[in-house]
């Protein structure tokens, strides 16, 4: 049986908050035109979105924008609010518009409790839309999923890095970053 589902655009979706339909502080987020309720963080998820946050900066510095939680327009369906990403350095901080796949240079997602959403869902979303690097960390295995290659059918790189070892972003060869740095120091 074939379903037809409507798809809310980003243009319906910013509506749904304007008419009050959205709660200014409801937790959703709209990816292929769907509507996903975000989950409550919980005080490792938080932990661990500030650790990699600070150590991003502290490798990155001024050359880029370190965003937490902030909207990414990836296309016409889909704003999600990924937990960080590295994009390239506004002087207005993006107050006229959200960043857009092309001005991304790496999304991060911490996962707990949503790790597959974010491995199927979020990963395709993110493919679709061209961006060039997607990491999931995840907290409960203590590993970082990568993946690269972006194309219509997904990711056509995915690798999964243990604790013991290291990571690179692809857009920044110089910052070598040790998986144990961005999980909690207990086990």
């Known amino acids: ?9 980003v243009t319906d979706y910013r509506r749904l908050a304007e008419v009050g339909i959205l709660e200014p502080d409801e ?33 990155m510095g001024n050359t880029v924008l370190i965003r937490s939680q902030e909207p ?19 002087p207005l901080y993006y107050e006229e518009e959200h960043p857009t796949p ?3 240079y790496l999304i991060i997602e911490i996962s707990d409790s949503t790790l597959n959403r974010d491995l199927e869902i979020k990963a395709q979303a993110y493919a679709e839309s061209g961006v060039v690097e997607y990491w999931v960390v995840d907290l409960n295995h203590r590993q970082v999923y990568r993946f690269r290659q972006p194309s219509g059918a997904g990711y056509q790189e995915r690798r999964i890095f243990s604790e013991d070892e290291t990571i690179v972003p692809l857009a920044f060869s110089q910052v070598a970053i040790a998986v144990k740095t961005m999980l909690s120091s207990k086990k």
């Open 102 to 104: 092309d001005r991304v």
């Open 27 to 59: 937790q959703v987020e709209l990816i292929a035109g769907q509507i996903f309720q975000k989950m409550v963080k919980n005080p490792p998820h938080s932990a661990a979105n500030k650790r990699i946050e600070r150590l991003l900066e502290n490798c």
């Open 1 to 9: 049986m074939l379903v037809n589902i409507r798809r809310l655009s």
């Open 72 to 90: 990414i327009m990836l296309n016409d369906y889909s704003e999600p609010e990924p937990d960080i990403a590295v994009v390239e350095f506004d």
